[in-house]
């Protein structure tokens, strides 16, 4: 699998994800607004379903971010060394150059999401091809072992 299907299923994936968030939040404010009508529900039990509510807004602006960053990716840029928007193959797995997300099994392969200020990028910002890294505080060994 190459680095534009990587890129078409992450970004196909995440729009399902905020297509299902948001059919739960629409949900979720019908059921406060029926809540509210029913004398016999406790007050702190509707708080709790706005704190919900409140709580997939924040997840789903991350979602949104996310897709935003996947989505202007430039394809037509071929990476030798990481850099934004770099898929990297590390011998501790796969990572995508852009923004945090958790890993994501596509066939295979496993990708995970990371941003320019997580430690490891930061370490390994500029790197080509074979360089090797340890994080601070971690015995394992990091290696490129290829930059798409």
């Known amino acids: 699998m190459n680095k534009n299907e990587i890129l078409d299923y992450l970004i196909d994936y995440t729009q399902k994800e905020?297509?299902?968030?948001?059919?739960?939040?629409?949900?979720?404010?019908?059921?406060?607004?029926?809540d509210q009508n029913d004398e016999n529900r406790f007050e702190n039990t509707i708080e709790e379903e706005v704190q919900l509510i409140t709580n997939q807004n924040i997840v789903l602006e991350d979602l949104n971010e996310r897709l935003k960053g996947l989505s202007s990716i430039r394809r037509d840029v071929v990476h030798t060394t990481v850099g934004k928007g770099a898929l990297v193959k590390l011998n501790t797995g796969l990572v995508l150059v852009m923004s945090a997300f958790p890993t994501v099994k596509i066939g295979d392969l496993e990708v995970t999401g990371i941003s320019t200020q997580s430690p490891i990028y930061q370490k390994m910002e500029g790197f080509k091809k074979g360089a090797e890294f340890h994080l601070t505080g971690h015995p394992t060994e990091h290696v490129v072992l290829d930059i798409a």
């Open 18 to 34: 905020i297509e299902l968030l948001r059919k739960s939040e629409k949900e979720d404010i019908k059921s406060v607004s029926e």
